[in-house]
């Protein structure tokens, strides 16, 4: 007969200790795939945010683009003269192109500069001056030349953040939006 059966049979039997409450929660894998879903969920959401974000500022600016060629355009084959062009008629003109994404605030945030040059590199010379995070906009104006003169539209649009927290890393002034901009140079055609 085997010693070491008897000795385990006349020993009273022991509860296993309970393990820590630590090991318990490192062990315990009921509410994994909440936490790692959790976990993951806000890094999704933010690249989601940023992404649309980004596309929707990328359409501002080419519809922004898109308008400014078009009135340059009109400026350029004697459509709109300096006779019939002053300052509201081209924020008019611009805003009407520009309304199905930035709806009725569009005059507020707007700034254009037309004028007229007597070569192609004296309007490349012209700088975009901006002052503790705003743009600077008191020599704009709606200055078109005639026929076959060289003429630049500089246009400028203050683009809302839509998100939050992407605030402080797409917007460039200290209003917080983002400045959009398009320009356009040609010499008038012999209207």
Known sequence: MDHRNESRACRPETKPAHPSLLARFIGNRKGATAIEFTILAIPFALLVFAILESCISFAGQELLANATDDVARQVRTGQLTAANLDNNTLKQALCGKLSILTG????????????????????AAVQTM????????????????GPLTINMLRVYYEWPTMTDFM???????????????ATATWQNEPF
């Open 104 to 123: 009725q605030d569009c005059g507020q945030y707007i700034h254009f500069d037309l004028e007229h040059y007597d070569s192609f590199a004296a309007a």
């Open 130 to 145: 901006m002052s503790n995070g705003a743009l600077v906009t008191t020599d704009f104006g709606v200055n078109p030349g």
């Open 167 to 181: 605030t402080k890393l797409m917007s460039n002034l200290s209003n917080g939006r983002t400045l959009l901009f």
